[in-house]
């Protein structure tokens, strides 16, 4: 039996209904889409950044804040994207969620 945090021996069974075990194969399914799309958006602001330099470098009047808060935000999604991935692959190792004997 798993302990508590208070050192008491106790079991607590949360069952999980249809409709979030249903959620959860999906988020589990999806992993690899969640992988893409963090790659994708690294990538993307990679090449964001690449470019926007470049732009800078060749005529020094080129505004580049606003940009820069556009590439913040595509790495942010894509580190969520990535916390996504993460979630799904632990789901995956869960495996069977109904958990009910």
């Not at 607590?12 to 069952?15: E, G, L, P, S």
């Not at 800078?56 to 020094?60: A, G, N, Q, S, V």
């Not at 632990?90 to 495996?95: D, E, F, N, T």
């Given at each position: 039996m798993p302990l508590c945090p208070r050192g008491l021996n106790q079991v607590?069974?949360?069952?999980l209904t249809d409709s979030e075990i249903r959620f959860a194969g999906r988020a589990a399914r999806r992993g690899r889409l969640f992988l893409a799309l963090a790659w994708g958006g690294?990538?993307?602001a990679l090449a964001l950044s690449v470019f926007y330099g470049y732009r800078?470098?060749?005529?020094?009047s080129f505004p580049v804040?606003?940009?820069a808060v556009v590439v913040l935000l595509i790495l942010l999604n894509a580190r969520q994207n990535l916390r996504q991935?993460?979630?799904?692959?632990?789901?995956?190792?869960?495996?069977?969620l109904r958990g009910r004997p």
């Open positions: 607590n069974h949360v069952w690294v990538s993307i800078r470098w060749t005529d020094p804040g606003v940009r991935y993460r979630y799904a692959s632990l789901l995956r190792k869960l495996g069977d």
